[in-house]
């Protein structure tokens, strides 16, 4: 499967900011999405959008209002979940009274997808995948899937969260989030429990075109275990499966995150990479969450055609003058894992 | 592509707690809809018809032998009717937790059933209740997942009341691709305070007990329930119980409206027609399509009108929905298990309290119980947001 164009829409202006001190830092401890003045959605139909609707189908619409796409694919752990509270909410407080639907409507976890096909008028395959911090990879081995039945479509393909007030109180309380300020400049010196929180809208167009493609999404595997010694046996058995005799990992994109409590999975994980492959991370500039890992794929996007990188962004060189695969590894909560392989075209 | 195998069937609903008591109660004609709403406290209990599952969330704890807190009813309902689908599949507990054997979920209610918790919590007006991870829709695989220590492809999927569908047709996809040996597949929700409003607000809820694609219809009932399928590879079959075949499924969207059908039902013809294509049947050899027919005036119509398109003369029909009400994410898996006890038993069920046709479209679903040859079975799940999944079941 190849990737033909990106889109996204995150807590950077710019995130190939080369220069750290010019990234945006967390405010309240939130790094915030920088959102466009999404021009190709129709005002009337902007203001009633909840954000993660607006970010989702505003980093769309770029993508595939003039082009058409065959079907539309999203990873989302919780859109609509903020339109969901303020239907509960409305609910407790008038005693089920007489409600408005609007909310209720933009509730449901398919919201995106569903606007994106009617704004679009798109009747293809249209999904939502919604398995938390498993939902974009989904979504990507989904487009892969239908690929392989489809050969000549194209799909559009994304990941989309935001911070919604709710979520975030009930993810606090659970203790996900740091509990100290922090400046993401300082995010892997921490050595606390917690990440910082972060939001987003992550698009891809795919096919099976090699031609002119960014790059080539070549395996993906997905497990759930808190146990570190399987994780590497997992990653082990991936590159074995998937690297051709003597080939090599250029470039290992962790979503290292800050929290202590799962470092020693992406430190696992590093030591498998190969000692001449490049470490970056990434989750300093957009913050984690449920599908961050779709900017980590946006990101080997641009590392693959740039064939350069934000120097704050790399944990370890490598004497590789070029880089061709990429290997991006995310962790949620410690205990969804994913291996994306990615190389050039 | 593999052939693909239902071997293993689990199911709980209104009308019943196991695939042999729904089997009794459809041919039964048994209505599990009732007046009664005892899960939660709530000012349209007695007034307006549900149907539950007749076991309460202790009696759930018990059964199911949970002890880990914060387990919420949309994954007590589901665990139980995955116990039966594992154990009538005769799978090995080494099959469930190897690498090649995915689960694929759906739900649309996730934690959302607990209604004051999320209050609370979602508010910061506590320090926290047992349910601060299970309130999303993901909660109930990872639970399951725990509980069964598997280790394969999970994933959930939310395409509104086409959910389960979906997650049917997605694990099918990953044992065609290679990912997944095996797949165990469905979807479970529970009846929410939140649903119960939802839909009420939308004016959609029926004050009686439904009436699919009758005349008088005046909307849906909600239900509850959980139903699973295990599927199996053509080789992995030998000396199994097979029960149906999986041939076609397809999912397409109506690009109309947030929440309601187009005239022309395009989303609903669009993937009937795409489920026929994969089976590579023509449309007179389906013998039974087991209808979405919510009771809403919208969906019974819609859905007739892209019948009559794609057919022509429309082949016998029939909504469970006036058995079980609409389960909502568990509904496209539930109706998979009617559709294959269909197959399994050559014989249709009766579409409840039908009275007279609808003049526009003049169909008349299937009235009484009836023993007729069953080759092939469409089963039809449409939701919000334009979703509409089909899938084809075929006898084996």
């Known amino acids: 499967m190849y990737i033909h164009q990106t889109y996204c829409i995150s807590a950077q202006q710019d995130l190939l900011q080369d220069d750290i001190e010019q990234i945006n830092e967390p405010i309240d401890k939130k790094l915030l999405a920088i959102e466009p003045s999404y021009e190709k959605i129709p005002p009337g139909i902007l203001r009633r959008m909840g954000k993660s609707i607006r970010m989702g189908v505003g980093a769309a619409l770029p993508l595939i209002s003039e082009t058409k796409v065959d079907g539309i694919i999203l990873g989302s752990a919780n859109a609509g979940m903020d339109d969901c509270v303020k239907f509960l909410n409305q609910m407790v407080q008038y005693e089920e009274g007489q409600l408005t639907p609007g909310s209720f409507v933009q509730s449901t976890g398919n919201v ?6 009617l704004i679009t008028k798109n009747k293809g395959y249209n999904i939502t995948h919604i398995h938390l911090g498993l939902a974009f990879e989904n979504a990507l081995l989904d487009a892969m899937m239908q690929l392989n039945a489809n050969a000549s479509n194209s799909y559009l393909v994304g990941g989309v969260d935001e911070i919604s007030p709710f979520h975030y109180n009930i993810e606090t309380l659970a203790g996900s989030y740091k509990s100290e300020d922090i400046s993401n400049k300082k995010l892997y010196e921490s050595d606390s429990p917690g990440c910082v929180v972060g939001e987003g809208a992550t698009m891809f167009i795919v096919n099976n075109s090699a031609d002119g493609a960014i790059a080539k999404v070549k395996a993906i595997s997905s497990l759930h275990s808190s146990d570190l010694d399987l994780v590497q046996q997992q990653l082990k058995s991936f590159l074995q499966k998937n690297l051709a005799e003597g080939e090599t990992i250029d470039l290992f994109l962790s979503g290292e995150n800050g929290d202590n409590r799962t470092l020693p999975f992406y430190q696992a994980v590093e030591s498998i990479a190969g000692e001449d492959t490049a470490i970056v991370r ?15 794929l946006w990101y080997a996007c641009q590392f693959l055609k740039n064939q350069s990188l934000p120097g704050h962004m790399l944990k370890r060189q490598s004497s590789k003058a070029a880089f061709s695969n990429i290997l991006i590894y995310n962790n949620f909560k410690g205990v969804q894992h994913s291996f994306v392989l990615v190389s050039a075209n | 592509m593999s052939r693909i195998f239902i071997t293993g069937m689990g199911i709980v609903s209104a009308v019943g707690n196991s695939v042999a008591a729904n089997h009794e109660a459809l041919k039964a004609n048994t209505c599990g809809i009732q007046y009664k709403l005892d899960l939660f406290p709530s000012k349209y209990a007695g007034l307006l018809p549900f149907g539950l599952v007749a076991l309460s969330n202790e009696e759930l704890l018990k059964a199911l032998k949970v002890t880990e807190s914060g387990v919420t009813r949309t994954s007590l309902l589901g ?23 995915a689960l694929i979920g759906a739900n649309t209610v996730g934690g959302m059933c607990l209604t004051d918790e999320l209050y609370n919590d979602a508010n910061a007006k506590t320090d926290g209740s047992d349910y601060l991870g299970s309130y999303d829709c993901a909660s109930v695989n990872l639970f399951l997942q725990r509980h069964l220590k598997i280790n394969g492809v999970i994933n ?3 395409t509104a009341c086409s959910s389960s569908a979906n997650a049917i047709m997605y694990g099918a996809m990953l044992m065609n691709n290679g990912y997944a040996r095996r797949a165990i597949v469905g979807g479970t929700d529970s009846l929410a305070k939140f649903t119960i409003n939802g839909f009420n607000s939308l004016h959609i809820l029926s004050n009686e007990i439904c009436t699919p694609f009758d005349e008088g219809r005046k909307g849906l009932n909600l239900g509850e329930g959980a139903a699973w399928l295990i599927l199996e590879k053509e080789e992995d079959i030998k000396g199994k119980n097979v029960y149906a075949e999986l041939t076609g499924y397809s999912n397409a969207n109506d690009a109309y409206h947030p929440s309601s059908l187009s005239d022309e039902g395009d989303g609903p013809f669009l993937s009937m027609q795409g489920a026929l294509k994969l089976a ?7 013998d039974f399509i087991n209808a979405h027919g919510t009771g809403t005036e919208n969906n019974d119509e819609v859905e007739s009108r892209a019948m009559i398109r794609l057919f022509g003369k429309p082949p016998a029909f029939a909504s469970t929905k006036g058995n079980v009400g609409h389960t909502l994410g568990a509904a496209g898996a539930i109706e998979a298990v009617y559709s294959i006890l269909s197959l399994q038993h050559q014989e249709v ?13 003049g169909l008349t679903p299937v009235e009484w119980y009836t023993k007729m040859p069953v080759n092939h079975v469409m089963s039809n799940s449409f939701g919000f947001g334009g979703n509409c999944s089909s899938l084809i079941f075929s006898k084996v």
């Open chain 2, 156 to 158: 959930t999927i939310n």
């Open chain 2, 280 to 286: 590579k049947l023509t449309p007179d050899k389906i």
């Open chain 1, 282 to 296: 990434y989750k300093h500039m957009t913050g984690d969450f449920a599908t961050a890992s779709a900017l980590g």
């Open chain 2, 349 to 361: 069920y009766a579409n409840l309290h039908f009275k007279n046709t609808i003049p526009s479209t």
């Open chain 2, 79 to 101: 665990l139980y009717a995955l116990n039966e689908a594992l154990a009538d599949s005769k799978i090995s507990t080494e099959e469930i937790q190897s690498f090649d054997t």
């Open chain 1, 112 to 117: 995106i997808a569903g606007q994106l096909g």
